[in-house]
């Protein structure tokens, strides 16, 4: 230990005569306290005796850098909202989706629908059509959907964008259960389904789009989310153990639902032209997917919607009348993109 001390006494003498070899010869006042060389060596050879000791039992602190996760977050973080813009997902399988335009070449925006799968709506379609029920069934099946439109008059009266969007909550559960049932169907019997198990899905994902669009129009309340749970989750469950009992049934009670949505959306147009319900502009969803105007009005959406349910109607009532005259749905071709 003194051999240490002894030897750090001298490396300090050393470098003192070094050190006073380029200072200046102009009288200096020093402001330091006068150099003790036995106090010098008592704190010399403690710190060297505390030093062995910590070497032993202490890690010394090293300062490392971030972890790369650390940094890319706050590098997302400081990047604003820009970031989560332009965030793009790395994917091990290679899945990407091709870049899509509009047709005046601008980004397409959607990913819950494609620009192959818009179309211009058939505004010819007869809206006065009207399947008159005959047989018991039927009768029943009208009926049926006769007593349901009575509280849905009461809890809305004229409220009709409310009442669309609760009407499309229910419209998009018939074609999603009929068409999982046919593919059942269609894989238990080792048989083609015609076509009806994809014209089924299209009208289900079609009924979605009206949702979709009306859910731009209408904020619905909590109570009327509250509303729209349980009525999907009875109607589901209704709907799957008739489908299961008597498709015709199911088929036909379909087809007057979507009667009464004709007739709901009427209505609607009709307060849209006596100024009751201000004509707002169309959602941008509405125009990408039906090919609107890009002036087009909510009376123009209305109008598209209901072409759409008179096509539905039609759709049902056929599926039906081919289950009542004794055949199945793949013995007729189906209506595969009639809207």
Same mark, same amino acid.
């Given at each position: ?22 200072? &200046? ?14 106090? +010098? ?12 000791? %910590? %070497? ?21 973080? &400081?990047?604003? &909202? ?9 994917? *091990? ?25 818009? +179309?211009?709506?058939? /505004?010819?379609?007869?809206?006065? @059509?009207?399947?008159?029920? @005959?047989t018991f069934l039927d009768k029943v099946a009208y009926r049926t959907v006769k007593f /349901? ?10 409220? +009709? ?50 949702? %979709? ?30 489908y299961m009992i008597s498709p015709k049934v199911a088929h036909r009670v379909v087809g *007057? ?6 007739? &709901? +959306?009427?209505?609607? /147009? ?18 990408? *997917? ?38 199945? /749905? ?7 993109? *009639?809207?």
């Open positions: 230990m003194n051999r240490i001390a002894a030897r750090s006494v001298a490396v300090a003498l050393r470098h003192g005569r070094n050190f006073n070899r380029h200072i &200046s010869t102009a009288p200096v006042v020093s402001t330091s306290p006068k150099f003790d060389a036995a106090d +010098y060596l008592h704190r010399q050879s403690a710190t060297a005796f505390g030093s062995w000791r %910590m %070497m032993s039992t202490v890690t010394p602190s090293i300062q490392t850098p971030p972890p790369p996760a650390e940094k890319e977050k706050d590098t997302k973080e &400081s990047s604003g &909202s820009d970031a989560k813009k332009d965030v793009v997902v790395s994917n *091990y399988w290679g899945i990407a989706r091709p870049k899509l335009t509009r047709e005046d070449g601008s980004e397409w925006p959607w990913n819950c629908f494609m620009p192959w799968e818009t +179309y211009e709506a058939d /505004l010819s379609i007869d809206l006065s @059509k009207h399947h008159v029920p @005959k /349901l439109r009575v509280p849905t008059d009461i809890f809305f009266q004229r409220r +009709y964008g409310c009442r669309a969007m609760m009407l499309e909550t229910v419209a998009a559960v018939p074609g999603m259960v009929g068409g999982m049932l046919l593919h059942l169907r269609s894989l238990r019997k080792f048989q083609q389904s015609g076509g009806w198990i994809k014209a089924l899905l299209e009208e289900a994902e079609n009924e979605r789009m009206h949702l %979709m669009t009306m859910v731009e129009l209408v904020k619905p309340a909590w109570y009327e989310r509250l509303l729209v749970l349980t009525v999907q989750g009875v109607f589901f469950n209704a709907f799957f153990g008739l *007057y639902l979507e009667e009464e949505a004709i007739h &709901s +959306y009427t209505e609607y /147009l009709k307060d849209i032209d006596s100024g009751k319900i201000e004509n707002v502009p169309a959602p941008a969803i509405a125009i990408d *997917y039906w090919r609107l105007p890009k002036d087009a009005k909510l009376k123009d959406v209305i109008t598209v919607i209901r072409a759409d349910e008179a096509h539905h109607r039609d759709v049902n009532h056929f599926a039906s009348d081919i289950h009542h005259q004794g055949k199945e /749905l793949r013995d007729a071709p189906a209506p595969i993109g *009639y809207h």
